[in-house]
C-alpha cells in the first residue's frame, strides 16, 4: 500500500533553515506529482508547495514563495522541502501528498513532521 513517511522536522531559529524529507513507497514514485502542505495550530490545513512526477515545473504558495524550495529525486523515491529563512509563522505540522495521476486531487497522505520556529 502507499505509504509516506516525512522527517526532518525540529526546532529551528527564526531565519534558520530546515531541510524535511518524505520517503515514498507502494506505489510509482515517478509517474505521480507530489505536494508539500502544512498545518499550524489552531489552523487550517494550507497548501504550500508541489512538484510534478519529473521534477520539470513546481508550484509555491504566496506564503512561501522565495524562502522554500521544492525537489525530488525519483531514483530514492523521495520528495524534499528546503526551508529558508523561517519565520515563527512556518511553524507547523507538514505533510507531504501524493496527487492523483495527471490531477491536482491529492489522495495519500504522510503522518507529518513538525516544524517549530522559535528563539
Known amino acids: 500500500q502507499v505509504q509516506l513517511v516525512e522527517s526532518g522536522g525540529g526546532l529551528a531559529q527564526p531565519g534558520g533553515s530546515l531541510r524535511l524529507s518524505c520517503a515514498a513507497s507502494?506505489?510509482?514514485?515517478?509517474?505521480?506529482?507530489m505536494s508539500w502542505a502544512r498545518q499550524a495550530p489552531g489552523k487550517g490545513l494550507e497548501g504550500g508547495s508541489a512538484?510534478?512526477?519529473?521534477?520539470?515545473?513546481?508550484f509555491y504558495a504566496d506564503t512561501v514563495k522565495g524562502r522554500f524550495t521544492v525537489s525530488r529525486d525519483n531514483a530514492k523515491n523521495t520528495v524534499y522541502l528546503q526551508m529558508n529563512s523561517l519565520d515563527p509563522e512556518d511553524t507547523a505540522l507538514y505533510y507531504c501528498?501524493?496527487?492523483?495521476?495527471?490531477?491536482?486531487?491529492?489522495?495519500?497522505w504522510g503522518q507529518g513532521t513538525l516544524v517549530t520556529v522559535s528563539s
Open positions: 501528498a501524493k496527487h492523483r495521476q495527471d490531477s491536482d486531487a491529492l489522495d495519500a
Open positions: 507502494g506505489f510509482t514514485f515517478s509517474i505521480y506529482a
Open positions: 512538484i510534478r512526477n519529473d521534477g520539470s515545473d513546481t
